[in-house]
């Protein structure tokens, strides 16, 4: 009776069986990227607008570099395009975590990620990743419609996209979560959210400059790797190893410290008592 009360008291308090605790993980993540999609489709105007503006603004890019530059954009076409496809799902997976987390702030609800039975990390976590199969979806699918527009000969093979992709928005989440941080610290700080974006321009352009120390920074390997398999069809098993490993750990290091950031934000928040403060 005892053990069995203890028991049941520790499940209620989050201390789930592994078989338990893995089961709940599953289920966690399904309802987090459900509700992703929800959103998507119970605000169709929002969406809709989502794709008319990365649309417009490509066009913006394109048609008037063309008056400007002529001959030199049709001869970068392919690198264009996959540029502004990384820097979209760059963008929204960055914006849209950034965003949740001071949106969830300012309505109040940001507490009660820290009531639930899994911890406020794996929650937060579950989210990220959420975002970025909603984000590699829509914009795998405005990458087409690009493609029809420009003319564009780019190589899509899905396995090496994926691979390269989820570490290069891994380390992109990363920055979005520390920005996420200070808005919970700082409540109106979305200026700074919007400014930042731009430098992932920068960062995807950064191959380009030869700098070998670029490759550390969110982004700039990434970009070299994509412009690669999609240009000229190289598959992942035949980059190299060093490539490969720069990769995974730009992505696990700036993540790691973007969440490590956010913790402390959120921390220095509690003590100050402005958490649930707007």
Known sequence: MGTGTGRARQSGDGYLPSTDRLRGYWYLFRVVVYREFVLMVRYPVNTAGRVVMFLLLFSVVFFGGRLIAGQAIDDSLEGLVVGYYLWGMAT???????????????????????????????????????????????????????????????SFDAVTVVLVIVPTLASVMGVGLAMGGFAVLYKRVGNWIALLQFAFIGLISAPA?????????????????LQRTMKQGTPFWQFDPGEVGTLIAVAVGWFVAGYLAFVVAQRRARRLGVLGDY
Do not use: C, M
């Not at 959420?130 to 000969?153: D, E, S």
């Not at 400059?209 to 490759?215: H, P």
């Open 92 to 154: 929204v997976a960055y914006n849209g975590l950034a965003n949740d987390i001071r949106s969830e702030a300012s309505w109040g609800t940001l507490e009660r990620h820290f009531i639930t039975p899994y911890g406020f990390g794996t929650v937060l976590v579950a989210k990220s990743v959420a975002k970025l199969v909603r984000t590699f979806v829509t914009t795998t699918f405005l990458l087409g419609l690009l493609i029809l527009v420009t003319g564009a000969r780019l």
């Open 209 to 225: 400059l030869g700098l070998g120390w670029t490759r550390a920074l969110p982004l700039a390997q990434g970009s070299a790797l």
